[in-house]
């Protein structure tokens, strides 16, 4: 039976340890996993893309097979074709697809009608891959993903949704800290809370950043402003107060860390001096989107 990865529930808590812990092993011996050879993997990007794509590219090459990268104006999708009827066509010729797009919908459309797995490289309301490299990049530093606090603070977007549903599956607290009417999505809110019943993780939102960063292990922000939203300068003046500075890091734990999945906007997110100071995270974060996904990969496709 095909499995999807359209959201980072559709794993057990069990299998993101394992993906974490094969990733790791992926790091030092990356050509040893040749899960996908001879086979051809679709990369449909709707959105441009730096480290999402490349690192998609490379690790199918690293596994044996044939990434093939697919943007949106350059398929018939651009004049209208339901994405239905293109996902039908293309499991005539594909083992897999990855696409980064903006409606999530759009997605799970295209996972019902593609008969091999579909994995979500990011869509207005989740981005998995990445939070499966964040929770690498932790458990290189800290040992475990659990029992440590996550402080997201920024804008309630497709990552805080994600962190939310996160915490709640593997059992991590989570705080998010967001300017009124900026909050994350409702639907990942009340399945992170539903999934926390079981884990018993602690899920916060609040306005405030400092009561969201208090003895925080991670620290985590992402831009104001989405892709394809440049256009609300205005939103920036909503967030004042809300950047990760030397300030607010005094009231996290002591040996904290701050991420960030880049690109970033330092002086408005982030102060050029904490992004400096937690450089190495944040290209060891980056770094992982290779390593967690090969691993993703190799589960999915196996």
């Not at 018939?76 to 696409?99: F, H």
């Not at 809370?193 to 003895?215: F, M, R, S, W």
């Not at 809300?242 to 880049?262: E, G």
Request: aromatic share 8%; with cysteine; charged share 25%.
């Amino acid at each position: 039976m095909k499995r999807d990865f359209l959201n980072v529930s559709d794993l057990t808590k069990d299998e993101i340890l394992e993906i974490i812990e094969y990733a790791i092993k992926l790091k030092k011996e990356p050509f040893s996993d040749q899960t996908l050879k001879n086979k051809s993997i679709g990369l449909i990007f709707m959105k441009p893309s730096t480290r999402t794509r490349l690192s998609f590219e490379v690790g199918v090459y690293q596994m044996g097979g044939q990434p093939i990268y697919i943007t949106g104006s350059s398929t018939q999708m651009s004049r209208g074709e339901d994405i239905k009827d293109t996902g039908r066509v293309m499991a005539r010729y594909l083992d897999g697809i990855v696409i980064r797009t903006y409606s999530h919908k759009e997605v799970e459309d295209l996972a019902q009608y593609f008969d091999k797995p579909v994995i979500n490289a990011l869509t207005d309301y989740l981005h998995p891959c990445q939070i499966l490299a964040d929770l690498q990049t932790i458990y290189e530093r800290f040992g475990k993903v659990e029992d440590i606090k996550v402080a997201f603070v920024g804008d309630g977007n497709n990552l805080a949704n994600t962190w939310l549903i996160a915490g709640g599956l593997i059992g991590f607290n989570v705080s998010v800290a967001t300017p009124e009417g900026y909050e994350p999505s409702g639907k990942a809110v009340y399945e992170a809370l539903n999934l926390a019943k079981e884990t018993g993780a602690e899920i916060q939102l609040t306005h405030d950043p400092v009561e969201a960063v208090k003895d925080a292990d991670v620290i985590y922000t992402d831009v104001w402003v989405s892709m394809g939203q440049e256009e609300e300068k205005e939103k920036k003046e909503a967030f004042k107060g809300f950047t990760i500075d030397k300030q607010l890091l005094k009231h996290a734990s002591k040996n904290a860390i701050v991420m960030h999945c880049l690109p970033a906007h330092k002086g408005e997110e982030i102060s050029e001096e904490v992004f400096e100071q937690f450089a190495d995270v944040i290209f060891d974060e980056a770094e992982n989107r290779l390593h967690a996904q090969k691993a993703l990969m190799s589960l999915l496709f196996k």
